[in-house]
């Protein structure tokens, strides 16, 4: 069963950057589409990006991420990246790597999950 790894978060504050890695050992996620999602405590989780299999950059959904946020891919590194600028407070959250067939901002249509990684943007 694919199993997928993230990586990358911390504690930031407002104004500052993080990246986000999913990887994944022993399967390769060229054949998936990857979406990033988080959750915020007593929030129900959402989808943040996705990128389909055959792409290097893929697609932000949430609104509040768009212009700060991005998504790629490296194909000979077998890992995904969610590059976070402009972190924001509400940013915090656990974030969460997914694999698909295909891109979708639904967390139903996923059905291989990373553990998650915490990320948190406070002074």
């Known amino acids: 069963q694919l199993q997928l790894v993230e990586s990358g978060g911390g504690l930031v504050q407002p104004g500052g950057s993080l990246r986000l890695s999913c990887t994944s050992s022993?399967?390769?996620?060229?054949?998936?589409?990857i979406g990033w999602f988080r959750q915020a405590p007593g929030k129900e989780r959402e989808g943040v990006s996705c990128?389909?299999?055959?792409?290097?950059?893929?697609?932000i959904y949430e609104d509040s991420a768009k212009g700060r946020f991005t998504t790629s891919r490296d194909h000979a590194k077998n890992t995904v990246y969610l590059q976070m600028n402009s972190l924001k407070p509400e940013d915090t959250a656990v974030y969460y790597c997914?694999?698909?067939?295909?891109?979708?901002?639904?967390?139903?249509?996923?059905?291989?999950w990373g553990q998650g990684t915490q990320v948190t943007v406070s002074s």
């Open positions: 022993g399967f390769t996620l060229n054949h998936y589409a």
């Open positions: 997914a694999a698909s067939a295909l891109c979708s901002g639904v967390p139903i249509y996923f059905n291989s």
């Open positions: 990128i389909s299999s055959s792409d290097t950059s893929g697609t």
